[in-house]
């Protein structure tokens, strides 16, 4: 299917792609060249900042639809940044809302499972017996008589504001968003449309806790440039560009707030055995797709449908693109699959990774072996990826490190340093 580039955004200036442009950095003279001061990755007051003035103003990705599919499905969602924790249910209308899980009596929690469904679309408080409908509202308690002047009307479940955009449900915990998710995405709701999340409903997750702050968390995933080296053991030569060893990315889009990379395939990667196995499993196009395209297997006659920010620049060495949608979700698209990753503030130095992995479902027993092979090599990358964070976050806190120096292809993160500026100055 074709697609092509839509007019240009407020929130996006497409710029010259390679091979005409080799350098990003320039063409963005907002972002410096210099080095990166390390001051906002360890101070505690720059991380209060963050917190208040950042990650309690945007609209913040919580979950999948898929997670509450039905009326009285429920999933309940820890929130260590603002101790609190998160009721999300789907009401009898289909509506996804979202709540304070905090009983209106004396506080408990109304509901303990992590996720569910309540049939009756009601939750009830273990304490004392309040009752709460899934539109939050306070339906019926014991002993009513003796709570003298309360009217239940005024006492349901606090809530918070919800959305859902392309099946991921956001929340937004400021009490008046300031802006619609819609707008909060800043033209990508219409730049990927028609990506087909729905048809990639199997979900791999990996969770893990990291003594490190969110910005080291967050930069390790927005740039490649360390694929030749951290990753030697599992995918070095993936995201290598054979007429340009040194660059390894062909196309940036920098918004007002979120920003996408695309990345190059090497046509010519040397397949393990395991892998070239993982590939004559399954080769229905949907699984594998970046090693039956290397693999020169891969069929042009259906691919699948790329949206007009995926692959922007339509380049036949395309393997995925980054799109980073501030503050700290992460959506990787790849040709028959795509990665999510939540990177969560906790404390100055401790955050909370969440890496999942969407792929279709399986029809047979080889397809389940190819999805196993994906699923596996994802978490052995992930794993290269969090043994650096503990030591990074060392580094900063001997007070050795004053400042990060990057490399024009390292550019999400200054762009990613930027906006979180940009908020802490209101300017956004
Ligand atoms: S705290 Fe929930 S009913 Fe008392
Ligand atoms: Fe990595």
């Known amino acids: 299917m074709k697609a092509s580039r839509t007019a240009n955004t407020p929130d996006h200036q497409p710029r010259p792609s390679a091979p005409e442009a080799k350098l990003w950095t320039p063409q963005y003279p907002e972002l410096s060249t210099k080095p990166l001061s390390t001051e906002p990755y360890l101070s505690p007051q720059w991380f209060e900042r963050d917190k208040e003035l950042i990650f309690r103003k945007v609209w913040l990705h919580m979950g999948r639809a898929e997670e509450l599919v039905n009326p009285g499905d429920f999933a309940v969602k820890e929130l260590p940044l603002f101790n609190t924790s998160i009721l999300l249910v789907r009401g009898k209308d289909h509506v996804i809302r979202g709540f304070h899980n905090v009983c209106r009596h004396r506080g408990n929690r109304v509901v303990e499972l992590r996720q569910g469904n309540q049939p009756t679309c009601k939750f009830t408080c273990r304490f004392h017996g309040f009752t709460y409908d899934s539109e939050g509202k306070l339906v019926g308690l014991p002993e009513e008589s003796k709570f003298l002047g309360l009217d239940k009307a005024e006492h349901g479940l606090t809530p918070i504001a919800t959305d859902v955009w392309e099946g991921f449900v956001f929340i937004n915990m400021d009490p008046e968003p300031k802006e619609t998710l819609k707008e909060y995405m800043c033209g990508y709701v219409e730049q990927l449309k028609g990506l087909p999340f729905d048809q990639l409903p199997v979900c791999y997750s990996y969770e893990t806790d990291i003594n490190c702050n969110w910005r080291i968390l967050r930069d390790s995933q927005l740039e490649m440039y360390h694929i030749k080296t951290l990753h030697k053991l599992s995918v070095p030569d993936y995201i290598e560009n054979l007429r340009d060893p040194d660059s390894h990315t062909h196309h940036v889009e920098l918004g007002k707030r979120h920003g996408m990379a695309s990345w190059f395939l090497n046509p010519e990667i040397a397949m393990r055995p395991v ?154």
């Open 275 to 428: 892998e070239a196995l993982a590939l004559q499993a399954d080769r229905t196009k949907i699984i594998n797709g970046p090693l039956e395209r290397a693999s020169g297997s891969w069929s042009t006659e259906t691919p699948l449908y790329q949206p007009p920010l995926v692959n922007p620049t339509r380049t036949k060495d395309w393997f995925l693109d980054y799109i980073f949608i501030f503050p700290n979700f992460h959506l990787l698209p790849f040709e028959g699959l795509y990665i999510t990753h939540h990177m969560w503030p906790v404390a100055p130095g401790r955050s909370h990774w969440e890496a999942r992995i969407y792929l279709p479902r399986a029809k047979n027993a080889s397809q389940v072996f190819a999805r196993e092979y994906s699923r596996i090599q994802a978490r052995e990358v992930w794993l290269e990826d969090g043994s650096t964070l503990e030591h990074m976050q060392q580094a900063l806190e001997s007070g050795v490190l004053k400042e990060y120096l990057l490399q024009d292809q390292e550019i999400l993160i200054r762009h990613a340093n930027r906006v979180c500026e940009d908020y802490l100055r209101r300017v956004l």
